[in-house]
T-cell receptor
Framework: DTAVSQTPKYLVTQMGNDKSIKCEQN?????MYWYKQDSKKFLKIMFS???????INETVPNRFSPKSPDKAHLNLHINSLELGDSAVYFC????????????FGSGTQLSVL | GENVEQHPSTLSVQEGDSAVIKCTYS??????FPWYKQELGKGPQLIID?????GEKKDQRIAVTLNKTAKHFSLHITETQPEDSAVYFC??????????????FGTGTRLTVIP
């Protein structure tokens, strides 16, 4: 029943590995997002997709690659993980207009050792 | 891009008192200002939002005011309860509906309501 669900909730991995985080929303929303929250709780947009098309692509290392197979899913793949990638990653979706009334998932705590 | 500053970073109030959190923004073209509440271990949750053509909006114990001239907006919580304890984020954007600009978040305020 969870509106925006992301898996896994916790991800612990070694530097240099490749990992993926999956996100699904069952709200019928058109727009999905990935946000990064650092250790100081600062929230910053990474990507946004509207109907499977990339509309926001912030200055994010190209090791991060989003993929939207359909408008209900937005996955995040990270290559060659670095220590600085450790953070909480939030998926979100919004119903009508971009940036309006975001629904967030519960987050994925990524720890790179 | 937009720069959103939020104060205070921490706020403690006695149960039943009011709490006020303030944010300023830099881009006068910003037209949408949401507030999110983040409880421990959870994602942010929208609690109230306001557009630039409105000066004030209320929803039960929560209200937001916007001063476009001064480029600041505030969250007011009255009759605070322990369950109001959380981190609160303000945000601003010029890009509502277009994605032409991002949603910029403030740095957060940790509110603690003391029973």
């Amino acid at each position: 029943d969870t509106a925006v669900s992301q898996t896994p909730k916790y991800l612990v991995t070694q530097m240099g590995n490749d990992k993926s985080i999956k996100c699904e929303q069952n709200l019928g929303h058109d727009t999905m997002y990935w946000y990064k929250q650092d250790s100081k709780k600062f929230l910053k947009i990474m990507f946004s997709y509207n109907n499977k098309e990339l509309i926001i692509n912030e200055t994010v290392p190209n090791r991060f690659s989003p993929k939207s197979p359909d408008k209900a899913h937005l996955n995040l793949h990270i290559n060659s993980l670095e220590l600085g990638d450790s953070a909480v990653y939030f998926c979100a979706s919004s119903p009508r207009r971009v940036n309006e009334k975001l629904f967030f998932g519960s987050g994925t705590q990524l720890s790179v050792l | 891009g937009e720069n959103v500053e939020q104060h205070p970073s921490t706020l403690s109030v006695q149960e039943g008192d009011s709490a006020v959190i303030k944010c300023t923004y830099s881009d006068s073209a910003s037209n949408y200002f949401p507030w999110y509440k983040q409880e421990l271990g959870k994602g942010p949750q929208l609690i109230i939002d306001i557009r630039s053509n409105v000066g004030e909006k209320k929803d039960q114990r929560i209200a937001v005011t916007l001063n476009k001239t001064a480029k600041h907006f505030s969250l007011h919580i009255t009759e605070t309860q322990p369950e109001d304890s959380a981190v609160y984020f303000c945000a601003a954007t010029t890009g509502i509906g277009t994605g032409a600009n991002n949603l910029f978040f403030g740095t957060g305020t940790r509110l603690t309501v003391i029973p």
